[in-house]
């Protein structure tokens, strides 16, 4: 992965661009903040750190569940051939589609529905982000990762996850690793806190 190409990348990108009116102002700081329908963009390190954590190269093809405000999209779709983003709320997917066609992507697929099934007509991914928190690890994402292939995923009860590091290697074999406790919003559907 071209970690300078990122840093130069995150570091241009305006967070401004990526939320609404009077939070604009608030764009700068490293915290997150509301984009409506109880969903965040979450803080810039942490995006960063997701990033580096998923090591997307110039021909990976990736799948990102949860699109959001399209600020994590863009850091993606810039590192790495394709990507496909899965967003439940259709206004929200909506405007970071104008957002993102506003900065000239045109490597990035979009679908509105549950994303924590994935989006398996166009599976194996060579990496999957995954900006919402699950109650277990999706065996549908786990499907769809590639043999080499690595996923990000918070995974935990409401108030506190650990993001995990899921890498498959070349015999199919899986292994998890704990990085880090975050909060993230919740993945809705089969694998969330309330179904």
């Known amino acids: 992965m071209d970690w300078q190409k990122l840093e130069t990348y995150f570091r241009s990108l305006d967070r401004s661009l990526f939320v609404e009116n009077e939070l604009k102002k608030h764009a700068s700081l490293d915290e997150p903040l509301p984009i409506g329908f109880g969903q965040t963009i979450s803080q810039p390190s942490l995006v960063l750190e997701m990033t580096r954590l998923l090591e997307p190269e110039n021909d990976s093809k990736v799948l990102e569940i949860g ?52 989006w398996q007509e166009c599976a194996p991914y060579d990496r999957i982000m995954v900006t919402a928190a699950a109650g277990l690890l999706p065996d549908e994402l786990v499907d769809q990762l590639a043999t080499g292939g690595r996923m990000v995923i918070p995974i935990g009860p409401p108030h506190l996850q650990e993001l995990k590091l899921i890498t498959k290697t070349d015999t199919g074999e899986i292994n998890l690793k704990t990085v880090e406790l975050v909060r993230f919003v919740e993945l809705k559907g089969q694998y969330g806190w309330t179904e």
């Open 67 to 118: 699109t959001g405000s399209g600020f994590q999209t863009a850091l993606l779709a810039k590192m790495s051939a394709e990507v496909y983003t899965v967003e439940r709320i259709e206004q929200l997917a909506e405007k970071a589609k104008q957002r993102l066609n506003a900065l000239n992507f045109s490597n990035i697929y979009y679908k509105i529905g549950d994303g924590s099934t994935g």
